[in-house]
């Protein structure tokens, strides 16, 4: 069982920056990536960003390129969001999510972290 455990959420006003932390333990920490999405109230959960746990490559919404960054700490086995320029359509709440071997998808989430920026 893995757990995720997501930090670093706030209230920020617009042009403001974030950076989100997401902590994974359990057994066998060595996913295929993980990643950051988000979900408003009344809608589907998005994808943010990515990124590969071995190689490091990373993938963005296009909502989001040039002003998020994710990166990753392997052997803390811990993901971060930068995001910078923050607008108010970033308000969401923002899950980490793992893809493990052998699964389909992402299959572990976080309780997600809550980022606000009033209009």
């Known amino acids: 069982q893995v757990h995720l455990v997501e930090s670093g959420g706030g209230l920020v006003q617009a042009g403001d920056s974030l950076r989100l932390s997401c902590t994974a333990s359990g057994r066998a920490v060595s996913p295929v990536a993980m990643g950051w999405f988000r979900q408003v109230p009344g809608k589907e959960r998005e994808f943010v960003a990515s990124i590969r746990w071995s190689g490091g490559s990373t993938y963005y919404a296009d909502s989001v390129k040039g002003r998020f960054s994710i990166s990753r700490h392997r052997t803390q086995n811990m993901v971060f969001l930068q995001m910078n320029s923050l607008q108010p359509e970033d308000t969401a709440l923002y899950y980490c999510?793992?893809?493990?071997?052998?699964?389909?998808?992402?299959?572990?989430w976080g309780q997600g972290t809550q980022v606000t920026v009033p209009s």
């Open positions: 999510a793992m893809h493990r071997w052998g699964a389909a998808d992402y299959d572990s």
